[in-house]
C-alpha cells in the first residue's frame, strides 16, 4: 500500500517517516467556560485532511495512529494518585466504528479506565460547520450512564467553539462527577 500523505510505499497507512515528520503531537491549552481544561495535541489544520476520514473505513486505521501518537504517549506520562474515568463524547458506532471510543481506548492504563456507551446525545444533529449560535439553539441533550469512578477525563476529537464539550460537562457535573480535564486530538482555535 502507499502512504497517505507522501505515497511512498508503506506497510501502514501513514509511513514511520510521515508519521515522525507530520504527526508528532504538540500540547494545546484552552478553557471551557466552566473554567475545565481542553488540552489538544493537533492544530486542526494541520491534520484536518486525516480527521475528515472518520466515517469512512480507511479512518478506523488513521483515527488508531493518532491515538497512538496523542493520547497512548501521553497517559503514559500522566501520573494521578486515584481511579479516573475516561469517557468518549457520544461513541455511537458509525462505518462500522467509532471515532471517539478509539481515542479513549488509548487511555487504558492503571489509573484510567476507559467507559463506553456511558455519555450518549439524545439529539444526534450535526454540528460540522455550524456556528456557534446553531450549535447552543440545539443542545445535545446528553444521557449518562452512571459509572463508580468520581473523577473524569472527558474525551472528543475535535474542539471548535466548546459547545459541545461544555454541554457534556454540565451532564455530568449536574451528576457529581469532577472533571478533571478534557482531551480532544485538535483544536480549530489554533493557528
Known amino acids: 500500500m502507499r502512504c497517505l500523505l507522501c505515497e511512498e510505499f508503506s506497510l501502514s497507512h501513514i509511513c ?4 515522525k515528520t507530520f504527526l508528532t503531537p504538540s500540547i494545546y491549552k484552552r478553557k471551557l467556560t466552566a473554567n475545565i481544561e481542553v488540552i489538544s495535541f493537533y492544530k486542526y489544520q494541520d491534520i484536518k ?3 475528515h476520514t472518520k466515517h469512512t473505513d480507511v479512518g478506523y486505521y488513521i483515527y488508531n495512529i493518532l491515538a497512538k501518537k496523542s ?6 506520562n500522566f501520573e494521578i494518585d486515584m481511579q479516573i474515568a475516561s469517557l468518549s463524547i457520544d461513541d455511537t458506532i458509525k462505518s ?4 471517539t471510543a478509539i481515542l479513549n481506548k488509548a487511555l487504558q492504563s492503571k489509573q484510567i479506565t476507559p467507559y ?3 455519555l450518549r446525545a439524545k439529539n444526534s444533529v450535526s454540528y460540522s460547520g455550524k456556528t456557534k449560535a446553531f450549535r447552543l439553539m440545539n443542545p445535545r441533550d446528553f444521557q449518562l450512564e452512571d459509572f463508580k469512578e468520581k ?4 474525551v472528543d476529537d475535535i474542539i471548535t467553539t466548546g459547545a459541545t464539550l461544555t454541554q457534556a460537562v454540565e451532564s455530568l457535573q449536574e451528576k457529581g462527577k469532577e472533571i478533571l480535564f478534557c482531551l ?3 483544536d480549530v482555535s489554533q493557528k
Open 16 to 19: 514511520s517517516p510521515c508519521q
Open 116 to 118: 463506553f456507551h456511558k
Open 184 to 186: 480532544t486530538l485538535a
Open 151 to 154: 473523577s473524569v477525563i472527558v
Open 49 to 51: 485532511n486525516l480527521l
Open 71 to 76: 493520547f497512548k504517549k501521553f497517559v503514559q
Open 96 to 99: 462500522g466504528y467509532s471515532h
